[in-house]
């Protein structure tokens, strides 16, 4: 007989619980909604996972001055990606095809 009790009251508390924390989950988002913490999660997310390169950085890889003309940065590109493709690493490579990708965005911008 204890023992039969005892289940019901743990079966009834285990939902007491459950149905508490729906509801205090419920409660969460719709407070994030309002204070607009979900969008700025969500775009804290992205930026995190886009992690584009800055100018300084692109050049900084290239290294080429501020001054370059397209044509320099074009050369400095094409002896890095291909030292890189022979005897460099893969992550080296990306990082010279991106810093290029960013200068011409730039640069066609510009122009």
């Given at each position: 007989m204890a023992s039969r009790i005892l289940a019901q009251v743990l079966v009834m508390g285990s939902g007491v619980v459950l149905r508490a924390f729906a509801q205090?989950?419920?409660?969460?988002?719709?407070?994030?909604?309002k204070s607009g913490a979900a969008q700025e999660a969500v775009g804290n997310t992205?930026?995190?996972?886009?992690?584009?390169?800055?100018?300084?950085?692109?050049?900084?890889?290239?290294?080429?001055?501020?001054?370059?003309?397209?044509d320099e940065i074009l050369k400095k590109y094409d002896v890095l990606f291909e030292r890189n493709a022979k005897q460099g690493s893969f992550y080296l490579q990306s990082k010279v095809h991106r810093a290029k990708e960013c200068l011409e965005g730039l640069y066609q911008t510009k122009a």
């Open positions: 205090a989950y419920r409660q969460a988002l719709v407070n994030a909604t992205v930026r995190r996972a886009s992690k584009a390169l800055t100018e300084k950085e692109a050049r900084q890889i290239l290294g080429v001055p501020n001054t370059a003309a397209w």
